[in-house]
């Protein structure tokens, strides 16, 4: 009792009371802070598979967008190349023909012409002009309606309502006076997806077909002409020797003979000369 009555004794086991309760306190707090800690690093190491799922499906989008880009990028520069290739063998065709080709855009106005349309046309650089100014009065003749339309109408007309016109042969004019026959085409040009794009004229120089068909049909004329002038010749020949046969008298048969020897020379004359292409018209012989 005394011991409990002293205030030394009572101050210690206060201390040592407090102590104790300290160090619980102290070691409850520890293990709190140690399970929870655990238990955070738990949760946060989690499933390996689980978490580098995200990741990697990210990275394999990713992959897979460059790749279609690669992909996408080569097309691209295939296509331009394979479009510039047919560029240029569209401009070396066009070059190379022997048909002029011009073509006119929806204003009416030469986008783009080869050098034979410029040969043909007289012109050394058409772009920039209408089809009245290339064409001027030059004119069609329709073949369906035989009704004559100028070119520059024909095309206006291609453009705004996708006609097509066509004339074998037609007389045009070039800017040096030099007269020409020409075969024109117009007819409109359309896109790959159906868009008009404008008129292309096809012209084609028929002028020298045209002289060749001329003279042949002067030779088959002066041909026929000839060919009645020998039968007369030769019949007139034949009497000059029949009546050779029935004369008796020796001068009448010396000029029968001459005129005889004078009409086949005369007719050889002519058939060499004809037949040489000679320039003097054996119809004004034989006149």
Not at 91 to 102: F, I, P
Not at 198 to 212: E, I, N, Q, Y
Request: proline share 3%; hydrophobic share 40%; charged share 20%.
């Amino acid at each position: 009792m005394k011991l409990l009555m002293n205030p030394i004794f009572l101050r210690m086991a206060g201390l040592a009371a407090g102590a104790i309760f300290a160090f619980l306190c102290g070691f409850l707090l520890i293990r709190h802070l140690r399970r929870r800690l655990q238990k955070e690093r738990t949760l946060g190491e989690g499933d390996p598979a689980t978490d580098s799922f995200p990741l990697h499906t990210y990275h394999a989008v990713i992959q897979q967008l460059k790749q279609q880009k690669h992909e996408l990028q080569a097309l691209q520069q295939a296509e331009r190349r394979r479009a510039k290739t047919s560029e240029n063998i569209s401009g070396a065709v066009l070059s190379n023909l022997s048909s002029g080709v011009v073509f006119f855009n929806l204003h009416g106005l030469v986008k783009q012409a080869n050098r034979a349309a410029k040969t043909i046309l007289g012109f050394a650089s058409p772009s920039g002009m209408n089809a009245q100014e290339l064409f001027r009065n030059t004119a069609l003749s329709t073949a369906s309606s035989g009704v004559s339309i100028k070119v520059a109408d024909a095309v206006a007309s291609s453009v705004k309502d996708a006609s097509r016109f066509r004339d074998e042969e037609t007389a045009y004019l070039t800017p040096n006076n030099q007269q020409r026959v020409l075969d024109i085409t117009v007819s409109p040009v359309y896109a790959g997806n159906g868009e008009l794009l404008g008129a292309a004229c096809l012209v084609d120089d028929r002028t020298d077909v045209a002289r060749m068909r001329q003279e042949r049909q002067l030779q088959g004329e002066i041909s026929a002409e000839m060919a009645l002038q020998l039968r007369n010749s030769i019949a007139l020949i034949s009497e000059y020797a029949r009546s050779m046969t029935r004369s008796r008298d020796p001068g009448q048969c010396e000029r029968l003979a001459n005129d005889i020897r004078a009409e086949a020379e005369h007719i050889e004359r002519t058939i060499g000369g004809f037949l040489a292409g000679a320039d003097h018209s054996p119809v004004s012989e034989w006149a």
